[in-house]
């Protein structure tokens, strides 16, 4: 995975996405907020926000910046906000996730939907992630992990190869991610039915 594909393959998503993607990802976005909802009225920073699509569920006396590297996805989370579904939203920026250029402890929690197996290199996302939430700050990302089941996996890894071409790495570990990661989840949670992908949630120390 490398930006210029990750910028291609998400320009062609962009206008089918909320239909290809919306529910099916729903569940895990669904828990996210949940799990975010008492960091209400707090600074809140969503990357790879894409099409914005969870923009309008954010508690609205929260206040939420999202950043995204896709031009084309983000064009469709303003056209959210400028039809005024996101009251909670503050900003909009193409930014990459690994190179975020906000200060260090910027944020009460910061989110990745969908994003820790889309970007280039995860130890840096959430190297990123990590550095610009504040110390008793909230770490949460929701992402599809390879399947224990014999049968997906092998399914799983067979598809790596077109990893560029659709977009995401099929078959990344979860105890690869926390290993690059270097923190120690609080918890790890089935976003979905069967567990299929999961939230892992992480407390940066006060
Ligand atoms: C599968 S989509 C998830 C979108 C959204 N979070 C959701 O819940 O549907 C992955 C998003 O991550 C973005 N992305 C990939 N690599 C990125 C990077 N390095 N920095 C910022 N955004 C990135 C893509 O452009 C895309 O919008």
New binding site residues.
């Given amino acids: 995975m490398d ?1 210029v594909s ?1 910028r291609k393959s ?1 320009r062609r998503y962009a206008r089918h996405y909320d239909v290809i ?1 919306g529910r099916v ?1 729903a569940q895990g ?1 669904r828990l996210a907020l949940k799990t975010l909802a008492p960091v209400s009225g707090k600074r809140v920073l969503e ?4 099409t914005g ?2 923009l309008p569920f954010y508690c609205p006396d929260a206040e939420v910046v999202g ?4 031009r084309e ?1 983000l064009e469709i989370a303003r056209q959210r906000v400028a039809d005024g579904m996101c009251p909670a939203v503050t900003g909009l920026a193409e ?4 190179h975020l250029a906000f200060a260090d402890d910027s944020f009460d929690a910061v989110v990745a ?3 820790a197996s ?2 280039p290199n995860p130890d840096r996302l959430f190297a990123e992630m990590w550095r610009v939430c504040r110390p008793g700050g909230q770490i949460l990302v929701v992402n599809h992990f390879a399947s224990r089941q014999w049968i997906l996996r092998s399914f799983e890894r067979s598809l790596r190869p077109l990893s560029r071409a659709v977009g ?1 790495r099929p078959d990344m570990e979860l105890s690869d991610f926390v290993a690059v990661a270097g923190q120690q989840p609080v918890a790890i949670e089935p976003a979905s039915l069967f567990g299929y992908w999961k939230q892992i949630q992480f407390t940066k120390p006060a």
Avoid: T
């Fill in positions: 930006l990750i998400y993607f990802f976005r990357v790879g926000v894409g699509i969870s950043i995204d590297v896709s996805m930014m990459n996730a690994e939907m969908y994003v889309v970007v995401f």
